[in-house]
């Protein structure tokens, strides 16, 4: 991975984690597993898939610009 562990997602932090324990192969088949059974879910359920779906998410928010929301001091 090319991200330093702080700033890696949760995913990238399992992988990392996964890999450091069980090796190469095993972590492969693991994250198959994941996959196979986000898309059993998908198909369970009638989704489509959303590319922009993490961006809704309530932990992903835009920072605010300097001094917005916030009174000023005087």
Same mark, same amino acid.
């Given at each position: 991975? *090319?991200?330093?562990?702080?700033?890696?997602?949760?995913?990238?932090?399992?992988?990392?984690?996964?890999?450091?324990?069980?090796?190469?192969?095993?972590?492969?088949?693991?994250?198959? *597993?994941?996959?196979?059974?986000?898309?059993?879910?998908?198909?369970?359920?009638?989704?489509?898939?959303?590319?922009?779906?993490?961006?809704?998410?309530?932990l992903?928010?835009p920072?605010l610009?300097? *001094?917005?929301?916030?009174?000023e001091?005087?």
């Amino acid at each position: 991975m *090319n991200r330093e562990p702080a700033r890696a997602s949760g995913l990238q932090r399992w992988i990392i984690e996964l890999y450091s324990r069980k090796g190469y192969y095993k972590t492969l088949v693991a994250i198959a *597993n994941k996959h196979a059974r986000i898309r059993w879910a998908m198909l369970a359920k009638g989704e489509r898939y959303d590319a922009s779906a993490w961006q809704r998410h309530p932990l992903h928010q835009p920072p605010l610009p300097p *001094n917005v929301g916030c009174p000023e001091r005087s």
